[in-house]
């Protein structure tokens, strides 16, 4: 299993995401943005995922949600940004809980001999708003996720 990277230095409003994944590239960009994939990996196992709305194209917008086994629900929303394509795709990210925080999130896919690693920059509004993320357990949430995720696509059969 790869192990996720997480960097967010203490000068600047971001945080930087790197894994690995044995998996084409194709085969990535579409767990990223197939509801019905995302919701068997993205975030912590003890949440039932409900996507309301995830329209992968420059300026379509996503929302879903994340509920607890007491039914409490943890919403996020966003907006795409340029047109998505196996290479990555940029969009808003914001966490319903703590509304007008938001970041704008670059994904990035890169391949290299069936191998394709996973980038993400984060560029929040302050270094403040950047820490309470990092403090809430967003390396936990990514680490789980991505454990998930690299479970899924060893599941999946490439496209192509």
């Given at each position: 299993?790869?192990?996720?990277?997480?960097?967010?230095p203490?000068?600047?409003?971001?945080?930087?995401?790197?894994?690995?994944f044995?998996?084409?590239?194709?085969?990535?960009?579409?767990?990223?943005?197939?509801?019905e994939?995302?919701?068997?990996?993205?975030?912590?196992?003890?949440y039932?995922?409900?996507?309301?709305?995830?329209?992968?194209?420059?300026?379509?917008?996503?929302?879903?949600?994340?509920?607890?086994?007491?039914?409490?629900?943890y919403?996020?929303?966003?907006?795409?940004?340029?047109?998505?394509s196996?290479?990555?795709?940029?969009?808003t990210f914001?966490?319903e809980?703590?509304?007008?925080?938001?970041?704008l999130?670059?994904?990035?896919?890169?391949?290299?001999?069936?191998?394709?690693?996973?980038?993400?920059?984060?560029?929040?509004q302050?270094?403040?708003?950047?820490?309470a993320m990092?403090?809430?357990g967003?390396?936990?949430g990514?680490?789980?996720?991505?454990?998930?995720?690299e479970?899924?696509?060893g599941?999946?059969?490439?496209?192509?």
């Open positions: 299993m790869s192990e996720t990277k997480v960097q967010a203490d000068s600047v409003p971001f945080i930087d995401v790197s894994r690995e044995a998996a084409p590239r194709d085969l990535v960009f579409r767990a990223f943005t197939d509801p994939l995302l919701v068997q990996w993205l975030g912590p196992a003890r039932e995922m409900v996507v309301e709305t995830y329209d992968v194209r420059a300026g379509g917008s996503w929302r879903y949600i994340h509920r607890d086994a007491d039914g409490n629900e919403g996020f929303h966003g907006v795409f940004h340029g047109d998505p196996p290479n990555g795709f940029t969009q914001e966490f809980g703590a509304p007008g925080h938001v970041s999130d670059k994904l990035t896919l890169e391949e290299q001999n069936g191998r394709t690693t996973v980038l993400t920059h984060s560029v929040y302050s270094i403040e708003a950047r820490n990092v403090e809430s967003m390396e936990e990514m680490n789980e996720g991505y454990d998930r995720l479970a899924l696509l599941r999946l059969v490439p496209v192509g």
